[in-house]
């Protein structure tokens, strides 16, 4: 998340708070032991696991709408997926509360899906920051080499530093 806002975020955040509702946690809760003192970290192995009725808190358990509660179980899975890309628009998870059976389908394939068959694809074609790097100065590092040949067989790492060692004009 790296502190940057986005719907994305919101939809995460949405999750805790039907995580929250569903089992009658805080967010954070230091009193509980190490590696269940967070909700989503606590709720996870749970909700893979498929067990939901050990997520439940003791009063909902007693007097709940099984249907009402599927719902809300699934949509929290969805939003408190790892990666941003992989969580669902807030429109969608709307639907699948108010009960449109088209998206408690879609929301039970998607959650059969494992969240590490999704990165199959960025695994095949990894991607790191040089490689972005490079395609992104490729216009500024051909350039510099046109008006100078002794830049030949500089990396971009050395050009960048020599780039910001020269003397400012603003200085």
Not at 102 to 118: D, F, L, T
Not at 125 to 151: C, E, G
Request: with cysteine; proline share 5%.
């Amino acid at each position: 998340m790296h502190g940057k806002l986005s719907d994305k975020v919101d939809v995460f955040a949405f999750g805790v708070v039907l995580l929250e509702l569903l089992s009658g946690r805080m967010p954070i809760d230091r009193e509980n032991p190490k590696g269940q003192d967070s909700l989503v970290m606590w709720a996870k192995p749970i909700l893979e696991g498929g067990n939901i009725f050990e997520l439940l808190s003791p009063h909902i358990q007693s007097e709940c709408d099984y249907d009402q509660i599927e719902r809300m179980v699934l949509a929290a899975t969805l939003c408190i997926r790892c990666s941003p890309r992989l969580r669902p628009q807030i429109s969608l998870v709307l639907k699948l509360l108010q009960g449109n059976e088209e998206m408690r389908n879609w929301a039970r394939q998607q959650i059969n899906i494992s969240e590490e068959a999704h990165f199959v694809d960025e695994e095949a074609f990894p991607t790191n920051i040089q490689s972005h790097l490079n395609l992104a100065l490729m216009d500024i590092v051909d350039d510099s080499f046109s008006i100078s040949s002794s830049n030949e067989g500089i990396s971009v790492e050395d050009y960048l530093q020599g780039r910001r060692s020269c003397p400012s004009s603003f200085e």
